[in-house]
DNA sequence: GGAAAATGTACATATATGTGAATTTATCTG
DNA sequence: CAGATAAATTCACATATATGTACATTTTCC
């Protein structure tokens, strides 16, 4: 079940992230739909825990700093190695699109940085973007590094869904595509869950956290060089990963 | 009304922000008394939205790095030009107390940005932090900036408590205080609001923005040297502000 | 300067939502 | 490796909550 408030706080959010300009409590109401009385609700608890305020009298309301304060305290800790970043944006350099690094969140991954392509034509993805952990070459590259029981108590909480012609849509197809992975030496994923899609990831290990790099763009510029854009990730993560312990 | 789940998301970053490690659905549940089947709930909302994820297996849930993302984002637009962050480091520094930069938000003052008291009994204020306008050293720097008649819609508003000996309880009595701080120079406070607090501050407008800065401490060590404070304030404004223009 | 339009606020009520109990899944212990 | 214990999910139902409606206030426009 979705929390609808929970996800109207975000949505405010991701709303003011992207106007970046305060907006009155007529105009959010109206931008989505919600009822003038819902929204000044909402409005007003935000503004009651110091998350939001009005910069200018009738100007309407803003987020204050404290997201910021908040946002940089969470992430202080355990951030990623500055070298995982240099990885991603030298990716993205040499081959023109788009690389991130990506996480487990039970059966989706998660892309927690991300260097965009400059493109015209490009995957577009952001920080926070979710995708099936099974249908991806970033999420196998992921479930690669789990035990085998680990893997099926994953592959039970999913919902095979034929999102393209090639997604895998049993666990003995998963499983497949990962012992061929492995031969390969590099993940792969073809249309496989989003149209005209390709990439190619690699795991990721770091400490014990369990991650992945992926570079990933529209099929008719990787298709014909998976091979070598994989390669390339893994020369580079050879050469930007410190040699000292694992 | 307030948006209880509204504020549950709050909470629950809150949390992370203070305890900087992943937690289990069980964890946040016992922390704030949750029933688990809400508390599940809620955490896959979020992870939905792309807000939590699982850093590593069964280790439970931590906020991804999209709302550093979301943050910056909004706080990149009309961010306090440099200098005010140093005014109020500088003021902390001399007076050994805690000092903030102050914006309105309805009835209330915000904390926009605060530089801490390194004192053991000290202020204790954060960013988002929420006063009452009228019963505040810096919610009165604010409103001194206000036209008559947005004050009045502002003191409509209020609901006149006694925080404490001093507070003003009615509209003649802020409007006296107003007066008394123009004739003084700056607005001070003592316990009006909070129980041995004092402070002392000054309108400090940017461009169109009316803000406010704020010297705040305990009563036993402002209160002797409210005035000079209040000229130190000035002093420091005078210095850091940029000349050209207002 | 006055009327109309837009915005913000309060409240009772129907209903969408949170939750307790039951079920399944994972983890620990001897 | 069972059996026990703890954690995570699911689900139906009562209730806390979002909203329609009405009212107040502010702004706009003529």
Redesign the interface.
Known sequence: ??????????EI??F???T??PATLAEIADHFGWPRSSTF??L??????????????RAGF?????????????????PLPPWTHTLIADLSAETGETASIV????V?A?F??VVESQAAIRYFA?????VPIHATASGRALLLQ?SPE?RDSVYRKIEFKQYGPSTPISIEAVEAELRNSISRGYCQSFADYSRDLAGAAIPLPIG???LSVVVAGPEFRIGPKVAEVAALIARTVDRLRPKTAA
């Open positions: 079940m979705i929390v609808r408030q929970a996800a109207n706080v975000l959010m991701e003011f992230a992207q970046r300009k609700n909402l007003a608890t935000l503004s009651e825990k110091g998350y939001l305020y009005e910069p200018r009298p803003y987020p204050t700093p404290r997201w910021l304060a908040m946002a940089r305290m969470i992430s202080e800790v355990e996480a487990p969140a039970g989706s998660v927690i940085d952001t920080i926070g973007h979710r789990y680990e014990d956290r369990r």
